[in-house]
């Protein structure tokens, strides 16, 4: 079985601020993992994945993410926020499972960004 | 643009009525997934279908609920007797492959409201 857990469901920044969104997984298999972003009244888009390659993971709009096996974690970060990045942030795990991708979400943290 | 494409974006019935969500993958495609989101919950997965086979459909009520992916023409999620509880946001998700390390592609959702 295979789990996510996003802490903090809402979290408020300054425009100009560090954005750390936290995710914490929990997986029997080495697994492979995603974060997403939703804009109002759209799908989820990807910004960046761990395959198991490098453990610090660039993505699009300035995003980054650090795979730490030791703390069963992949925080997502954004050295200077922007008033762009207010969305609802999503990460998930997947993992093979009986022959098959089974993808797990958590359940999601809204970033407000305050001018 | 090949992107996941779900229609209609809205749709609005009655208590009763039968519900049809269409989702046509990205091109080249052959993994299906649909997701329910309710406000504050995330993403729940229902189903995952290849064409012409439901792979897991652990995640979508027994009742009332069906979903396919036929050799040709899109993926089908199909609600019957529509109850007030099924209002949400459906999404569809495709992938290349299912090996675990492949992202899936979000459509923008339809947006079911029962009267």
Request: glycine residues 8%; charged residues 20%.
């Given at each position: 079985a295979q789990s996510v857990t996003q802490l903090g469901s809402h979290v408020s920044v300054s425009e100009g601020a560090l954005v750390l969104l936290r995710c914490n997984y929990s997986s029997s298999v080495p697994p492979y993992l995603f974060w997403y972003v939703q804009y109002p009244n759209q799908g989820l888009q990807l910004l960046l994945k761990y395959?198991?390659?490098?453990t610090l993971v660039k993505g699009i709009n300035g995003f980054e993410a650090e795979f730490k096996k030791s703390e069963t974690s992949f925080h997502l970060t954004k050295p200077s926020a922007h008033m762009s990045d207010a969305a609802e942030y999503f990460c998930a795990v997947s993992s093979l499972s009986g022959g098959y991708q089974k993808v797990t979400f958590g359940t999601g943290t809204k970033l407000q960004v305050i001018p | 643009n090949a992107g996941v494409m779900q229609n209609p974006r809205h749709l609005v019935r009655r208590r009763g009525q039968e519900a049809r969500l269409r989702c046509s993958p990205m091109k080249g495609h052959s993994h299906v997934y649909w997701y329910r989101q309710l406000p504050e919950e995330g993403l729940k997965f229902m189903v995952y279908l290849q064409k012409e086979n439901?792979?897991?459909?652990?995640?979508?009520?027994?009742?009332?609920f069906s979903a396919e992916f036929p050799k040709e023409g899109p993926s089908i999620l199909r609600i019957q007797?529509?109850?007030?509880?099924?209002?949400a946001a459906y999404f569809c998700a495709s992938s290349?492959?299912?090996?675990?390390n492949q992202p899936q592609h979000f459509g923008d959702g339809t947006r079911l409201s029962i009267l």
């Amino acid at each position: 079985a295979q789990s996510v857990t996003q802490l903090g469901s809402h979290v408020s920044v300054s425009e100009g601020a560090l954005v750390l969104l936290r995710c914490n997984y929990s997986s029997s298999v080495p697994p492979y993992l995603f974060w997403y972003v939703q804009y109002p009244n759209q799908g989820l888009q990807l910004l960046l994945k761990y395959t198991s390659a490098a453990t610090l993971v660039k993505g699009i709009n300035g995003f980054e993410a650090e795979f730490k096996k030791s703390e069963t974690s992949f925080h997502l970060t954004k050295p200077s926020a922007h008033m762009s990045d207010a969305a609802e942030y999503f990460c998930a795990v997947s993992s093979l499972s009986g022959g098959y991708q089974k993808v797990t979400f958590g359940t999601g943290t809204k970033l407000q960004v305050i001018p | 643009n090949a992107g996941v494409m779900q229609n209609p974006r809205h749709l609005v019935r009655r208590r009763g009525q039968e519900a049809r969500l269409r989702c046509s993958p990205m091109k080249g495609h052959s993994h299906v997934y649909w997701y329910r989101q309710l406000p504050e919950e995330g993403l729940k997965f229902m189903v995952y279908l290849q064409k012409e086979n439901i792979i897991d459909e652990s995640g979508m009520p027994k009742e009332r609920f069906s979903a396919e992916f036929p050799k040709e023409g899109p993926s089908i999620l199909r609600i019957q007797q529509v109850v007030r509880g099924d209002s949400a946001a459906y999404f569809c998700a495709s992938s290349t492959e299912g090996r675990g390390n492949q992202p899936q592609h979000f459509g923008d959702g339809t947006r079911l409201s029962i009267l």
